[in-house]
């Protein structure tokens, strides 16, 4: 019954923009809160960024603070990440992800999309 579709990804080159959603179902969507996790080949999946049910609280990987923007409309039942400045190491398939509170650890949560495809080149 829950579903998070991602969709945004693409080929980009470096230095341009890409904005990811998340648009989730099934689910009380303003009762949880939506990560980002993405996950290059040949590594770990890893955290990107989170956000609250509320959006009052906020939390990006280090590798991510200052060009990617995390955001949502519960009206929507959508989130959101913006992706600026993209850098060839930032290529990878990125995953939404529902929990009840927002975390960086990619166990803590109970539903995951698909993923999406972003890709930038040099």
């Known amino acids: 019954q829950v579903q998070l579709v991602e969709s945004g990804g693409g080929l980009v080159q470096a230095g341009g923009s890409l904005r990811l959603s998340c648009a989730a179902s099934g689910l009380t969507f303003n009762s949880y809160a939506t990560g980002w996790f993405r996950q290059a080949p040949g590594k770990e999946r890893e955290f990107v960024a989170a956000?609250?049910?509320?959006?009052?609280?906020?939390y990006y990987a280090d590798s991510v603070k200052g060009r990617f923007t995390i955001s949502r409309d519960n009206a929507k039942n959508t989130a959101y990440l913006l992706m600026n400045s993209l850098k060839p190491e930032d290529t990878a398939v990125y995953y939404c992800?529902?929990?009840?509170?927002?975390?960086?650890?990619?166990?803590?949560?109970?539903?995951w999309g698909q993923g999406t495809q972003v890709t930038v080149s040099s």
């Open positions: 956000i609250t049910w509320s959006g009052g609280i906020i």
């Open positions: 992800a529902a929990a009840r509170f927002a975390m960086r650890d990619r166990n803590g949560y109970d539903y």
